[in-house]
Structure formats: structure tokens, C-alpha cells
């Protein structure tokens, strides 16, 4: 087990950085047929939440810049990085600046997951958290670079992905209110202004 975590020692001063020195004997999950998986929010340099599977003794990590997609529409880019200990399932709290991942690390959802496949190209499992419940598919398009996507549809129905564009509505001519018999004239304020379009995407 140890080799495994090499790169992630490498990367950290334990006396730097609050985070597991990976060198406590590994606990394993209690059931031989479930893993336990967890998402972290990590407001690192950039934000971004990592992805980190329970398998064979340590954490198989990726970073995901648009976190876990909920619709199987949407195909988001995974890194792979380094394994984690398995202490970092529970881990949460401040990494310091200038430490390797410095930032604010949450834990965004934690759960057991089932895998029908791992391979080293290709991950398929079914998550059971708190906020991600579904099946996904990881798999390598080159080399650190993954793909992460949702292959069953979510629980919730008509869950649409988010368009890449939205276009603000502009003024438009409306009909005039019914006219009074002493109307002189009808007129509609058209207000101008600045036109926001926020967006939001549940679960980020
Ligand atoms: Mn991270």
C-alpha cells in the first residue's frame, strides 16, 4: 500500500497541511461488496470538486472542474490524480496557502458506491450518497485527462442540463390595457436597463 501513496507524500509537507499523512493502516469499509466513495468541494486556486473512490486500499481521485453531472446529457472533463489515504474520506477543513491543494476543502457528499467495472481506462459505478445517487461512467480520453457522465436518468423528472447560452429577453411591444371611454391615449412604460441572466446548477 505504501507505493501507492508515494505521489501523494511527495506532494505534501506533512507539517504544512492538516490533511492525513497517509501513513496509518488502511480501515477498510465494512461490507466486502459496497466501497465508500466521497466528493469534496475544494476552493483550491480554482474550484473544482474532487471524486475519490474507495478501491483497493486507498482513494482512486479525480478532479472534476464542474463538479458531478446530473443529467446524462452532460459529458465533464475528469483528472485523474493522485490516490489518497482512505483517512481522506472524512478529511475537511483548511488547507494552508502555499501548501500543495491550499484552500477551503468541504465535503459536498459522502456514500457507499457498487462497481461493474474498474479498469484502468474505464470506471463504472453506482454512487448512493446524500446528493449523487446514479450510475456514471469515468474513462480515460488521454492520458490524466477522463471523462465523467451520468448514464441513467435522474430521479427527478425534466431535469434539463443547463444551455451553454441564454439570450436575455428584450422589450417587446404588448397590446394597450382596454380603452375607457375617456381615454385620450394608452401607452405601455418600456423599461430599459441592464438584463442579468443567472444561472444555477443544482448540486454546485
Ligand atoms: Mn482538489
Given at each position: 500500500m505504501a507505493d501507492k501513496l508515494e505521489r501523494y507524500r511527495a506532494k505534501r509537507d506533512p507539517g504544512a497541511t492538516?490533511?492525513?499523512?497517509?501513513?496509518a493502516p488502511a480501515k477498510r469499509g465494512k461490507s466486502k461488496n459496497t466501497a465508500r466513495f466521497v466528493v469534496q468541494e475544494h476552493h483550491a486556486s480554482h474550484l473544482h470538486w474532487d471524486l475519490r473512490l474507495e478501491h483497493e486500499g486507498v482513494l482512486a481521485s479525480w478532479a472534476l472542474?464542474?463538479?458531478?453531472?446530473?443529467?446524462?446529457?452532460e459529458n465533464r472533463l475528469a483528472v485523474r490524480t493522485e490516490d489518497h489515504p482512505?483517512?481522506?474520506?472524512?478529511f475537511h477543513g483548511e488547507i494552508p496557502?502555499?501548501?500543495?491543494?491550499g484552500g477551503t476543502m468541504y465535503i459536498w457528499d459522502a456514500g457507499t458506491y457498487e462497481t461493474e467495472k474498474f479498469r484502468d481506462n474505464e470506471v463504472m459505478v453506482v454512487l448512493d450518497g446524500e446528493r449523487v445517487s446514479g450510475k456514471y461512467v469515468l474513462f480515460q480520453t488521454k492520458g490524466k485527462n477522463w471523462m465523467i457522465y451520468r448514464m441513467d436518468p435522474p430521479a427527478e423528472e425534466g431535469i434539463e442540463p443547463m444551455p451553454d447560452t441564454i439570450a436575455p429577453m428584450f422589450a417587446r411591444l404588448g397590446g394597450l390595457p382596454p380603452e375607457r371611454d375617456d381615454a385620450a391615449f394608452g401607452y405601455e412604460v418600456k423599461w430599459d436597463g441592464v438584463r442579468a441572466v443567472p444561472t444555477w446548477t443544482p448540486g454546485t
Open positions: 492538516p490533511e492525513p499523512t497517509g501513513r472542474p464542474k463538479g458531478i453531472p446530473a443529467h446524462p446529457k482512505l483517512e481522506y474520506l472524512d496557502k502555499g501548501s500543495y491543494g
